[in-house]
Structure formats: C-alpha cells, structure tokens
C-alpha cells in the first residue's frame, strides 16, 4: 500500500513523500475507517482523500460547499490527467443519465457535488447505483451549528449512509474546535472514527495587531521592510484593485485577485505574484485555496476577518517554509464601528428575509403552491432596485435561501460569449487588411477554429491579451463588428441563474427554517465578537489565544506585539532598577558614568534617567551629576 501511495503521489503530484500526518490517513481511509483529518491550512487535505481514491477501484465522491471551489478542484485534476467531473447547473434529466453513465462505464474516479444537488431524489437514486469508493465531506466544519460557514444542507449528508453503506467517510477541515469535531462525528453517522490532527502552532509565525491612524502609511513601511512576497486582505472587491493602483503608484509591484475576475484574469493574477513578477497581492478571501508558495513572508490584514478561523486560515499562508513570517492585523476605530454597524446592516431579520423570498416569487410571477423546475435569469442589482432592497442584508438572505434548500442561485461556469462569423471567407480576409479592425479579425480567424459553421465560444480578456488591449475594447470592437453584420456576437451577461427548489409557500417555507437561520446569525455574532475579542486583548500572548480556541496548549510565542511589549516592560523595568542600583553605591555620577556601567542602548537609559529624575525617585546637581533621593 505504502509503495503505490507513494508511486501516485510522484506520478501526479511530483512528491516524493508526504508531510506529516497524509500517510496516516490514507492509510486509515484505505482500511476502510471512517477517518476525520483536521489539518490547519497548507496541509495538504485534499491528497488525503484523492491519493486512495486513485489506488481503489471505483469513484469517489466529494462534497463541496462552493460551485466555484469545486470547478477549480475539477479542472486541477483534469489538468493530471485524472478523470474527474461534477454537475453544472441547469443540466437536464437525460443529460444527467448520460452523464452517470459516463462516469459508470467511463472509468471516472472523482465526481464533485454540492450538498444541495444531493437534496435531489434523482440524483440519490443515481448515486445508489455507483461503484463508489470513498466519500469525502470537504469544509466539514459547515455541518456543525458552532462552525464558522454554517450549512443546513450539510445537516443532510447522512443519507449518504444509507445510500452507500459500506463506504468509508473521510471528513476534512482546516479549522474546527473540539466541539465541531464531535458534531462532524455524530452527524455523518460515522462510527469509531479515526481523528487526525495537526498542531495549529507556529512557531515561526509572530501574530501582531497595530492600532494606526494612516493604515496605507504603515502598509508601505512594511512593504520597504519586507522585500518578499506578501498577500494584502482587504474587505471588498473594489478595494483590492483600489488599493493594488495606489501600491503600484507608490513605486511597488503589486496585483490583484478577487472572485468576480474571470477565470484567465485570475490566473494571470495569480503567475504575476507566484512568478515574483509582482511580490505584492491584494486580494480578497477568494485568494485562497490551493495556495503553496511557501517563502510568503507576511499577510496583512488591512480589514477585520469575519472568524478567528478564517484569520487563522489566512495567516497561516505565511511562514510555510519554516522561516520567520508575520501575520499583520492594522486596526483603527473605524474598524470597531463598522463592526456596530454591520450588526444592523449586513444582516437581515427573519421579517425582512421572508420578504426577499416572497418577491422572489412575486419576480417571477410563481402563485402559491407553483413549483417551476427550469431556470430563470436573474438580475440581483435590477431585483435590489426594483423593490427598494438594501444589497448587503439581500445577497445574505439569497445566501440563506441556498443554503437552507429553498433556492439554487448560481451563475453558470462554463458559460461564456460566442461569435460566428456571418461573411464568407474572402470577405473577410478583405476586412482583415484595414486598420480599426484587422488585427482583431486575424487573431480570432488564428484562435478560433469553425467559426463559419457554428457559434464558438470565445474570451474576451484573452483575446485583448493577444492583441495588447483590455476586454473592454475587444467587446466594443466586437459590437461593432455586429452592427456591421460582420459577425453574430452573443455576450455572456451578468445575469445568475436561479432555481425554485420548493413550491411556493411564502411565510411558511421560512417559519420551518427560522431556526437554522436564528442559529447562523447568532453564530456570525459570536464569531465576529471573538474577533474583537483577540484584537483587543493586550495581555496574553497571541499564539497562545489562537491554539488555546482550537483546545491546544503552549507556552508564550515570544514574539507576537503582545510578548514583546511585556519583554520592554520587564526591560524598562531592569534598566531602572539598575539605575537605582548603581546610584545607591556612588554619591553622584554623570549620565556617561551611569551607561558605562549598563549593558543597554544609551538612548533607552537616558529616558529612563528622566523618568525617574520626573517621578522625583533620582535629583540632579548644578552640574548635571545624578544622585538618589
């Protein structure tokens, strides 16, 4: 067993061992254990369950919370070479039979699933019928009402035993107390599980919160300071490239990465910074997941994270190479008001989200007791407008109304605009020689092929990458090219895709889950106040707090702000009492005399000569000599 591992590891991944405690739990998932694997980030958990996935017949199946997650978790193994697939949205019931066949008779071993999808009776039965190998619940903290994502749907994944019985689960997550283990446990059904965990301690890593007036000013000081690669958190999407410009204005080489990008734009993000061509991201938490660079050698955070487990998370990708890194976290009073103002703003009441759900109906003209099955387009801005909502307390109960069944609310991932060429060749090899549009002609004739016959999906970012213009400019050249009757131009919009999951029941349909959306708030509450909570704290160690929260123990890091304050108290502290001390033996001596006889900096032993000479415990004579009262 232990050589095939290893042989998948290198074939695939181009390892040649695993880290601490991997082997472990592959071993444990391959005997058949339900195994629990609680690994801080940049463990490494998906190989965990991928590795014996691979060396075991049949396919595995993964549970993941995010659409987007699970696509790029798809295309990475795609890239290996290792089959792999999930279920996109709007897929029909016979697409979605040829889809299980393929993976049945087609040698799949991995398929991706959202825990919604598995709501469906359907897509059970279809299940059922699998040779499946492994089940793996990624992000399981989400099945717990104590873990920071909270997902009802997750509460559901017990029927996965009863599908497939005699399959071993492995639950994986970055970050979860003891208590959420116990609920991941006794949730799946799982029984004498195997737990794995590794320390959340870091002892490279020098957690540090700065109160400051000028957050920009104290972030480029840390930019001269550190000389290396850096991920800048910020809270909005806006403020990743706002502040990416500013840096970049400032003489640094920044980029910037959030989750509206498209996927080419965020790849090129990503190689700018990985290449060290820009050593400085900013982004927002969508930067993440399957990040290993590990010479990172600071996260700053220039906004409040929304958990500790989410700042335990971030700060995490720093130091990975066992050297030296900190964690920064600049805070001012602003930051505390907004915390205030986001209790009343950014979440809804159980009243105002069972009045976004009715006119979800309403929207879409469904009555009551109607359940459509097919997709409709749907326009959060126009939806906001059009019934005077507010767009935060909005996009959470939409948050609420997915992750509690109600509704599907997704914005298709493989979808993206098309072009068909509607002039004959010669035509067009005309066009191509003129100068507003030529260049343009020529690069998609040299991108595209078929694009005569049929429409053929195209991207924008990379075609103004080819051509050295921004998206902005292909689209308008592309519209115009339409209006010329040149081409059929088809723009991917910016419409989601949104699914009734139930039918429509109004009041109702929220009264049977208020629970579980009361029980989410309070948490996001709590967990924001334990943010608070380490940020104010000023007289325990940081790194203490932080493994103390995930029920670790461990002496005081000495090098976070709060161990090095108390180290310049107990200094300042040593250097007066000496100064005391070596006064009481002499009768008068000059300030020179006094630090010849201290091993410390000249200027840390004169402030503290005036401090004492201020708290009248030393005087001075008419000829600057020192002495004790």
């Known amino acids: 067993m232990s050589n095939n591992a290893l042989h998948i590891l290198k074939k695939y991944w181009g390892h040649d061992s695993f880290r601490e405690p991997q082997h472990e739990i592959i071993t444990s998932t391959l005997k058949g254990n339900d195994t629990i694997a609680l690994l801080p980030t940049g463990g490494g958990k998906s190989i965990c369950f991928q590795v014996p996935a691979l060396i075991k017949e049949g396919v595995c199946l993964v549970i993941s919370p995010l659409v987007a997650l699970i696509q790029d978790q798809v295309d990475s193994l795609v890239k290996k070479n290792i089959k792999a697939t999930t279920i996109p949205a709007g897929k029909t019931q016979d697409e979605i039979i040829t889809l299980f066949d393929n993976i049945r008779f087609g040698n799949y071993k991995f398929l991706y699933l959202s825990p919604e999808r598995l709501q469906s ?29 909270f997902r009802p749907s997750y509460l559901d994944l017990n029927i996965l035993k009863e599908l497939q019985p005699n399959v071993p689960f492995i639950a994986l997550t970055a970050t979860a ?9 006794q949730h799946l059904g799982m029984v004498n599980q195997k737990v794995f965990s590794k320390s959340f301690v870091r002892e490279n890593l020098a957690y540090q919160v700065f109160d400051v007036n000028d957050k920009l000013g104290r972030l480029e000081r840390i930019l001269k300071k550190i000389n290396a690669p850096i991920i800048v958190y910020v809270s909005s999407r806006k403020k990743t490239k706002e502040i990416s410009n500013y840096l970049n204005a400032q003489g640094f080489k920044s980029t910037y990465y959030h989750g509206g990008l498209t996927s080419m734009e965020k790849q090129v993000a990503f190689d700018k910074w990985f290449s060290e061509e820009c050593l400085v991201m900013v982004a927002t938490n969508a930067f993440g997941m399957g990040i290993d660079k590990p010479n990172v050698r600071a996260v700053v955070h220039l906004n409040l994270p929304s958990s500790l487990e ?31 103002e986001n209790q009343t703003n950014k979440f809804p009441s159980i009243k105002e989200i069972k009045e976004v759900h009715q006119k979800l109906y309403q929207n879409f003209q469904i009555a009551k007791g109607e359940l459509i099955d097919t997709a409709f387009s749907f326009n959060f801005l126009d939806f906001c407008s059009k019934y005077n ?16 069944g109600i509704i599907e609310l997704n914005t298709p991932i493989n979808k993206r605009s098309t072009i068909q060429f509607l002039v004959r060749s010669n035509q067009l090899i005309e066009l191509g020689k003129r100068k507003d549009y030529g260049f343009l002609i020529q690069t998609l004739l040299r991108l595209y092929g ?25 689209i308008e050249q592309l519209e115009k090219l339409e209006t010329m009757e040149v081409l059929s131009y088809q723009k991917t919009g910016k419409n989601s895709e949104l699914y009734f999951l139930q039918p429509r029941e109004d009041d109702l349909a929220i009264n049977r889950i208020s629970k579980n959306i009361t029980s989410f708030l309070n948490q996001k509450i709590k967990k924001s106040k334990q943010v608070l909570d380490f940020i104010q704290n000023k007289s325990i160690c940081r790194a203490v707090l932080l493994v103390n929260y995930f029920n670790e123990r461990i002496n005081d890091c000495g090098i976070c702000d709060v161990c090095l304050e108390k180290k310049k108290n107990s200094n300042n502290k040593d250097i007066e009492k000496l100064i005391i001390e070596i006064l009481s033996r002499s009768s008068e001596l000059f300030s020179q005399e006094i630090c010849e006889r201290i091993n410390e900096k000249e200027e840390d032993i004169l402030i503290h000569l005036r401090k004492l000479l201020a708290n009248e415990v030393i005087g001075v004579t008419l000829y600057n000599k020192y002495f004790l009262k």
């Open 121 to 149: 009776k359907f897509i059970q039965e279809k299940i059922r019928q699998l040779n499946v190998n492994l089940i793996a619940i990624d992000e399981a903290h989400c099945i717990s009402e104590w873990g920071h994502d």
């Open 450 to 474: 078929g694009v005569f016959e049929q429409p053929v999906s195209i991207d924008e970012f990379f075609i103004g990458k080819k051509i050295g213009a921004t998206s902005f400019t292909v």
């Open 177 to 185: 107390t003891k208590k959420v283990l116990i609920d991941i446990g």
């Open 310 to 340: 989410n700042y335990t998370q971030e700060a995490g990708r720093a130091g990975r190479d066992g050297k030296k890194a900190f964690s920064v976290m600049l805070t001012n009073a602003n930051d505390f008001r907004s915390f205030e």
């Open 389 to 404: 909502f507010k767009h935060t307390k909005t996009k959470v109960a939409l948050q609420l109304l997915g992750s509690n």
